[in-house]
């Protein structure tokens, strides 16, 4: 069943896609919750109903001349603003990207790693990682030195856990119940 | 003396004095003349006599038939009358007294019976007491024993796991000591290797 949050996000995505400045919008989109994370007075006021449309429209218009952010965006959060969905804008966001990576092939991979990997080896996993999951891989790669050594990989709802840790836990249950 | 008995009613004394006074007023005449010989010794004194004589008798039987009988038969029935009643309260009492002696004898064997009942039933209660105790004391036990084996095997599985983490920890530990540069890649690469076959 879609969301509502999906519904607008699947939007804006066709809409990003047709001017072909997905990535700039999913971007955007991105420094504009960055910048409601850190001033949530700033969410509350264009969340208000007590602050008018042309008040919210002018602060949404003066926040987007200052990220240099396209009228794409914009007029994106005019429709958001008009409908009173601001508070829906962080699972807005999310949605937004799944929709981009859909609809661009992109799968989302989160490799977590002992240690740093070397380039070689990051190459190494996402020709590896693309070839299992069909698609073009962008990574998000995180340092655990608790791993031990190895590397734990999420695609989606799948992981692969080559850690040390996650062996030894193995190990640890396995001699636990013998 | 019929007018007197029936319009006056007397009692048995008056009536007895009034016998005596007729007795008397006959016979005092001729005991009166007991000291004149002349007469007395005659024949027709003799017959006096003998008149006297039945005159006061047939008034003494008379009046004796008239008020004695009914007297007697009265008292006679009265006494009789006494008699059955006091032999039917008699044969009340020794029947109440028989009753009472059968409803005695009855309690008696009652209690007798309740006697045997009660140590009947004190020593069924005793045999169920000492066997639900019995039974009790086996499921103490019992249940003592699974506790005990129980125990022991949480105290197995409690140590299992506690080795089981002290030799994991430990391992974990001198891995991280010995873990060099070339062992790292060479486990990232066994990794790769691993999530390639999978693809394969």
């Given amino acids: 069943m879609r969301t509502i949050a999906q519904h607008y996000a699947d939007a804006l995505a066709e809409v990003a896609i047709s001017e072909n400045s997905a990535d700039k919008v999913r971007r955007e989109l991105r420094d504009f919750l960055a910048l409601l994370g850190e001033s949530p007075q700033l969410g509350l006021l264009l969340g208000s109903p007590a602050v008018s449309r042309a008040n919210k429209h002018a602060v949404a218009q003066a926040l987007v001349e200052r990220m240099g952010a396209s009228r794409t965006l914009r007029n994106f959060l005019f429709v958001v603003i008009d409908q009173r969905r601001m508070g829906l804008l962080p699972e807005i966001q999310q949605a937004f990207e799944a929709k981009l990576d859909e609809l661009q092939g992109v799968a989302r991979a989160d490799v977590i790693s002992a240690r740093d990997l070397s380039e070689r080896e990051r190459k190494q996993l996402m020709t590896v990682l693309e070839r299992l999951s069909g698609r073009r891989v962008e990574a998000n790669y995180e340092l655990d030195p608790r791993l031990i050594a190895g590397a734990v990989v999420r695609v989606g709802s799948t992981i692969y856990d080559g850690s040390v840790r996650t062996q030894l836990e193995r190990l640890r249950l396995r001699l636990e119940s013998q | ?200």
Wanted: hydrophobic share 50%.
């Fill in chain 2, 1 to 200: 003396m019929k007018l007197l008995a029936g319009r006056w009613s007397l009692g048995d004394a008056g009536v007895r004095i009034i016998g005596l006074t007729l007795f008397g007023a006959v016979s005092l005449p001729a005991l009166a003349q007991e000291g004149s010989s002349d007469v007395t010794d005659m024949p027709i004194g003799t017959v006096f006599r003998w008149l006297n004589f039945l005159l006061v008798f047939g008034v003494l039987a008379y009046l004796i038939v008239k008020y004695g009988a009914p007297y007697f038969k009265a008292r006679a029935e009265s006494i009789a009358k006494s008699i059955a009643e006091a032999a039917q309260t008699r044969a009340a009492a020794e029947r109440e007294l028989q009753e009472w002696s059968q409803k005695l004898s009855s309690v008696e064997r009652e209690i007798e019976e309740e006697r045997r009942t009660a140590q009947r039933e004190s020593a069924a209660d005793r045999e169920r007491i000492r066997a639900l105790a019995k039974s009790e004391v086996e499921k103490i036990q019992q249940a003592a024993r699974a506790e005990i084996a129980a125990a022991e095997r949480a105290g197995a599985q409690e140590l299992r796991a506690i080795a089981a983490r002290l030799a994991t920890d430990r391992a974990g530990a001198l891995i991280r000591e010995q873990m060099s540069a070339a062992a790292e890649a060479a486990l990232f690469g066994s990794f790769v290797g691993e999530l390639e076959r999978t693809v394969s």
